[in-house]
């Protein structure tokens, strides 16, 4: 049974950082799409960062590029993301989620993941 648990979400001001990680069991986390989404209060999910466990390859929104890097250690099976130069957009709640896939070309669609985490706050003041 596929299990993520996210942490590390908290408040903090424009700025700031703040690291997530999201611990993943229950599957042998090879040819997966892992990925980083979030959904602010009254709008769709959005996909934040998608990584290909099997060779690594990164694919970031628009708005994070530069800021946000997503990152994973295959042996603690643990999916990470770092967040610099945090905005109030970046308000939201972030979920850890992960897809068997067979291409490095993941899924930009929250639809397309059928195991999530339980999400973690992150809040960014001005």
Not at 8 to 25: E, N
Not at 43 to 63: F, L, M, N, P, Q
Not at 99 to 119: A, K, T, V
């Amino acid at each position: 049974q596929v299990q993520l648990v996210e942490s590390g979400g908290g408040s903090v001001q424009a700025g700031g950082s703040l690291r997530l990680s999201c611990a993943a069991s229950g599957f042998t986390y090879s040819n997966y799409c892992m990925g980083w989404f979030r959904q602010a209060a009254g709008k769709e999910r959005e996909r934040v960062a998608t990584i290909y466990t099997g060779d690594g390859i990164t694919y970031y929104a628009d708005s994070v590029k530069g800021r946000f890097t997503i990152s994973q250690d295959n042996a603690k099976k643990t999916l990470y993301l770092q967040m610099n130069s945090l905005k109030p957009d970046d308000t939201a709640m972030y979920y850890c989620a992960a897809e068997r896939w067979y291409s490095p070309s993941c899924s930009l669609h929250y639809y397309d993941y059928s195991h999530w985490g339980q999400g973690t706050q992150v809040t960014v003041s001005s």
